[in-house]
């Protein structure tokens, strides 16, 4: 059932079931992050693997504040700029989370999300809410109340529905646990705007391979059913897949034969547009059932590096 109702998707949360919740992100899967028999069927109903670790919501720096030992004054700093809002930040846990919220680790992730429902539900309940996005393990995150339908409605009591995620991309992840400052994930969050924030250069570590601090960041991950491919020269690129049905997923301007089917994530080249349409016009095209769809690579700075992040896990075989 998707619906509006803070009341009723207050009372499935404190029975233990889980409810899709909107984010300015992307939509999460939310279940009582205290409660172990709820926080499995996070996991269940996902197909998740349990050495993935789950986010935490809450409302506010406070309620945070709650959950971890300490809260160093950089992690401070950045909560007090950017929350609520796309960030996330890896803090050492207390004993009130359980170990299967962090998969094992003595640190958890927190944020405070930036949707007026969602943080109207987070004062309701007296727990805070651990999330992962809301799409089968694997696959391209949800960015409205209808892409969580499609495809969890039928193990899902409840989709609170908050409009479009206005952000489009999942938050920044960063590790305050060390005085080196570290990004897991690349997100909503450009890092430019954190390394302004704190004065000093971050370190950036997102890939899985290299980095056992960031479980679940997978090579491969994102992925419509549709074979993708990222490309810095369509022209070349299409000429390559001749013959196929293929569709493109276009930035910018640049001329596209009328004969292809293209969906351009922003004319003007904004990467803010481009953030926001980006898994939409990913799930759009993938229904359409092409042989192969083609992604315009998008200049390396600011959001542009976090939708190249995910356009490459997505083209990953
Ligand atoms: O924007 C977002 O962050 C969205 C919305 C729903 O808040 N959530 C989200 O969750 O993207 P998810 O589960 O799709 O990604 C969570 C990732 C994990 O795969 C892992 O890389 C990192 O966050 N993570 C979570 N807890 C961690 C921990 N204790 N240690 C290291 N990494 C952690
Ligand atoms: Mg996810």
Not at 39 to 49: A, E, N, Q, T
Not at 96 to 118: E, Q, W
Not at 288 to 309: C, Q, R, S, T
Request: net charge negative.
């Amino acid at each position: 059932m998707i619906g509006t109702d803070i009341e009723l998707a207050a009372k499935f949360l404190n029975e233990g079931l889980t409810v899709g919740i909107p984010t300015e992100t992307v939509y999460g899967l939310a279940a009582n992050a205290l409660n172990e028999d709820a926080v499995i069927s996070i996991f269940k109903i996902k197909k998740r693997p349990f050495f993935d670790p789950l986010i935490i919501h809450v409302d506010s720096i406070q309620e945070a504040k709650k959950y971890v030992e300490n809260f160093p004054e950089k992690a401070l700093l950045l909560a007090e700029k950017f929350w609520p809002g796309p960030l996330t930040l890896l803090l050492q846990k207390n004993d009130k989370i359980p170990y299967l919220v962090t998969s094992g680790s003595d640190k958890v992730a927190v944020r405070v999300p930036n949707n007026p429902l969602t943080l109207s539900l987070l004062k309701q309940v007296s727990f805070p809410l651990a999330a992962p996005s809301a799409n089968p393990f694997g696959y391209i995150s949800p960015t409205r109340a209808e892409h969580v339908q499609e495809q969890l409605g039928n193990f899902v009591p409840y989709i609170l529905d908050g409009g479009i995620s206005d952000v489009g991309l999942e938050s920044t992840i960063v590790d305050c646990t060390s005085d080196i400052m570290t990004v897991l994930r690349l997100g909503g969050l450009p890092v430019s705007e954190i390394e302004t924030c704190l004065g000093e250069k971050l370190l950036v570590k997102i890939s899985a391979n290299s980095n056992p601090d960031a479980p679940g960041q997978l090579d491969k991950h994102y992925s419509p059913n549709t074979a993708f491919v990222l490309s810095d020269n369509l022209d070349k690129s299409i000429m390559k897949h001749k013959g196929r049905k293929i569709a493109i997923l276009n930035f910018g301007q640049g001329h596209i034969s009328p004969q292809i089917y293209a969906l351009n994530l922003s004319e003007t080249g904004s990467m803010d547009e481009a953030a926001h349409n980006l898994f939409h016009f990913m799930r759009q095209l993938d229904a359409l059932k092409f042989d192969v769809i083609i992604a315009k690579k998008l200049p390396e700075y600011g959001l542009g590096m976090a939708i190249n992040d995910r356009l490459t896990r997505a083209s990953v075989k």
